[in-house]
């Protein structure tokens, strides 16, 4: 049985994703054993992040201005807002360097088994941008099941209620090397779906 500040600590990482109890104790023990110097340098690290990191009012991305210096970049487009899960995407997309327009940052995709209102998703945030000008909305979320609903439900209330926007998503095939057979239902349709 460990005392109550290391136990607390333990319990304190176990909430972060992919760190069980014996991952947990492992960290504990390594900043104990590391020496006041390395713990106050991550106590600092975090403490500036928290104080300084807040969510752009514009796409959702997480950044110290807001809105943020892509949403304020006048060399990109608002018009193409390219929608993904998570921030890290934004970076992928940046290093892949294919889109010249915006962002928005859902943070999560929609779960089947919950009512929408309920769900920490920026959907609400999204409609918001969508003016009276002709844009279009490039969906690059993860072929999997919450993806998909997510992909569709936007697709659906742009096609009832924003006629005027223009729904694209990420082409998406079979990959290279891969085998028919083996392939998921999800991606051997889009595969059919987007043939060329
Ligand atoms: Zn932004």
């Known amino acids: 049985m460990y005392t109550q500040p290391i136990q607390q600590l333990i319990r304190a990482f176990t909430k972060l994703p992919g760190v069980g109890k014996r991952t947990a104790e492992r960290y504990v023990f390594f900043l104990l054993k590391s020496g006041k110097k390395d713990v106050a340098e991550l106590t600092l690290a975090l403490k500036h992040v928290i104080e300084s990191i807040k969510t752009c009012a514009q796409c959702c991305n997480f950044s110290d201005t807001s809105p943020c210096a892509l949403c304020t970049d006048t060399k990109r487009s608002q018009q193409h807002i390219c929608v993904v899960t998570h921030p890290q995407d934004v970076v992928v997309m940046e290093r892949v360097g294919a889109h010249k327009g915006t962002y928005h940052v859902l943070r999560d995709t929609l779960q089947t088994d919950a009512p929408i209102e309920s769900q920490h998703i920026k959907l609400t945030e999204l409609f918001q941008r969508i003016t009276t000008e002709p844009l279009e909305l490039i ?12 992909m569709m439900y936007i697709a659906r209330v742009c096609k009832k209620e924003y006629p ?25 349709q889009n595969a059919f779906m987007h043939r060329i």
Do not use: C, F
């Open 164 to 188: 005027h926007v223009k729904v694209t998503r990420l082409a998406r095939g079979l990959p290279m090397g891969s085998d028919v057979q083996y392939a998921d239902d999800i991606t051997l």
């Open 139 to 150: 969906l690059a979320l993860n072929p999997d099941i919450s993806g998909e609903t997510t």
